[in-house]
């Protein structure tokens, strides 16, 4: 509507313009290198008005001529991203309903079309993975953490097939790697603290699960550190038994319903004369 009136408008000045040099006619004479030229003053103005038409229409011309190879070369990207979309999203579903024959030939599209975007090397890690190509799917996976956009994602893949064939070392690194990279990540959280208590390493252990302490509820961390100062105490009771009571103390105050750690604090204290176990700061103001 604000269009129709704008031109509307136009129109009106030009016709007011129109017949305010109409009713007031005069000539125009122009001498130039010898040359003398008269006309009228409305026909000079047809005249410029008409120039300044022939010029626009040049002007489009040409710009439309000089424009084209980036026009064509846009509408080839987004011919070619919208193909590539199709063939991943066509890959996927095949994935996903377990059809390896229609997988594999999306993900070969993909990969012709667009063989840097990245959910075109998951396509061909997860077709990799559905037709049992192991190195394939490490080689897909490889490609995808050393980018840094899927540099997770690629990390887990690698994980999950070192734990596939049993390569824990492999796996515990892909897996520290990803806890560095990204602490948030849950399943390398997890990972990294199962390898560290499965060596002992419950200093390390401790130390992940500190970090990884927002992640949690406050029942669960309670719970998992008294766990982890239980079996603590236990590697350093021989050593240092001093060091050993304050994890065994600590891990009964964390978590009091939890035998093991109650069992030990107890004994602990048993050893050293003491008969009280000292209770959580919760229970003490409690009759």
Request: hydrophobic content about 55%; proline content about 3%.
């Amino acid at each position: 509507m604000i269009r129709v009136v704008f031109f509307v408008l136009a129109v009106g000045a030009l016709a007011l313009g129109a017949a305010w040099l109409a009713d007031r006619p005069g000539d125009v004479v122009v001498t130039w290198q010898g040359l003398r030229m008269e006309t009228t003053v409305m026909r000079m103005v047809a005249v410029i008005l008409v120039a300044m038409a022939v010029l626009g229409f040049i002007w489009t011309i040409l710009r439309a001529i000089f424009s084209s190879p980036f026009i064509f070369r846009r509408h080839l990207h987004r011919r070619r991203g919208e193909r590539a979309y199709e063939a991943i999203s066509r890959g996927l579903i095949a994935v996903g309903s377990g059809d390896l024959v229609a997988a594999r030939k999306h993900a070969a599209d993909a990969q012709r079309i667009a063989p840097v975007e990245p959910l075109a090397l998951f396509l061909s890690a997860q077709s990799a993975q559905l037709a049992g190509d192991r190195e394939a799917a490490d080689a897909a996976f490889r490609a995808m953490a050393s980018r840094a956009e899927t540099k997770a994602l690629g990390l887990h893949g690698l994980f999950v097939e070192a734990r596939r064939r049993n390569d824990l070392v492999s796996a515990h690194a892909f897996a520290e790697e990803a806890a560095r990279a990204n602490p948030s990540l849950g399943w390398a959280g997890k990972a990294v603290l199962e390898f560290r208590c499965a060596t002992g390493d419950w200093a390390g252990a401790l130390a992940l699960l500190e970090g990884n302490k927002r992640a949690l509820d406050k029942e669960s961390y309670r719970r998992q550190r008294a766990v982890m100062l239980t079996a603590r105490a236990l590697v350093a009771e021989a050593a240092d038994r001093d060091s050993a009571k304050a994890f065994a103390l600590e891990a009964a105050k964390l978590a009091p319903t939890f035998v093991p750690a109650a069992a030990l604090a107890g004994r602990m204290l048993a050893e050293g004369g003491e008969l009280i176990v000292p209770q959580p700061a919760a229970d003490r103001h409690q009759p």
